[in-house]
């Protein structure tokens, strides 16, 4: 079963607070992205990235950066979190045409 | 573009009757498409996906047919049971690197 690690699971910041989620993969997938959840909104793409050394900018990619460092590891940044932040996120990893394969979700609130 | 439609937001139902979620998309390409559910405090996982030769998919019950007619790839289940109750997404391969494009997510509440 494919494998997919987000940390951590739960995260509380202040306003302009810099916050790092992390996610690894031990799927060898070349795909990995980042999600925001959002009632009334689905599922959101913020950043993607098909390598190491990769970045690909989503749908909703203001107040986020990202970082891919190796094949498994991809990073999501918030440098001046704000309110509308907070979110449930999950990172994905996916090989190809086939399967997306998620974490668990990191939830995040920015009070 | 490419845009997958779930009409729906919220389907509430008894147990034992039929479920039907909707679907419908625009693709510039031959699609292919796929439903994910998400269980409460769970991560979306794969629930089935359409085929290329007319065949039709099916898990836990659920399946779904691929009309191009009608640009649409609903989700059927004869006999809704409690644990289908679920946030179910319908989602489009796109043709950019294969990028999923999702549909706003249905959530399904099933009562006894």
């Known amino acids: 079963e494919a494998a997919v690690t987000q940390s951590p699971r739960n995260k509380v910041t202040v306003t302009g607070g810099n916050v790092t989620l992390s996610c690894r993969q031990t799927?060898?997938?070349?795909?990995m992205y980042w999600y925001r959840q959002d009632t009334g909104h689905g599922l959101r793409l913020i950043h993607y990235?098909?390598?190491?050394?990769?970045?690909q900018i989503g749908d909703v990619p203001d107040g986020y950066k990202a970082t891919r460092t190796t094949q498994e590891d991809f990073f999501l940044l918030l440098e001046l979190a704000s309110p509308s932040q907070t979110s449930l996120y999950f990172c994905?990893?996916?090989?190809?045409?086939?399967?997306?394969?998620f974490g668990k979700g990191t939830r995040l609130t920015v009070v | 573009g490419d845009s997958v439609t779930q009409t729906e937001g919220l389907v509430t139902l008894t147990e034992g009757l039929p479920v039907m979620l909707n679907c419908t998309y625009q693709?510039?390409?031959?699609?292919?498409l796929f439903w994910y559910v998400q269980h409460l405090n769970e991560a979306p996982k794969l629930l089935l996906k359409?085929?290329?030769d007319n065949k039709r998919p099916e898990h836990q019950g659920f399946h779904a047919t691929l009309h191009k007619s009608s640009s649409s790839f609903h989700l059927q289940k004869s006999s809704a049971q409690l644990s289908d109750s679920a946030l179910y997404y319908c989602?489009?391969?796109?043709?950019?690197?294969?990028?999923?494009?999702w549909g706003s997510g249905t959530k399904l509440i099933i009562k006894p």
């Open positions: 989602a489009l391969r796109g043709d950019s690197n294969y990028q999923l494009i």
């Open positions: 693709s510039t390409y031959s699609p292919f």
């Open positions: 359409s085929f290329t």
């Open positions: 799927n060898s997938h070349n795909y």
């Open positions: 990235s098909y390598g190491a050394g990769n970045l």
């Open positions: 994905a990893s996916r090989q190809g045409p086939s399967e997306v394969f």
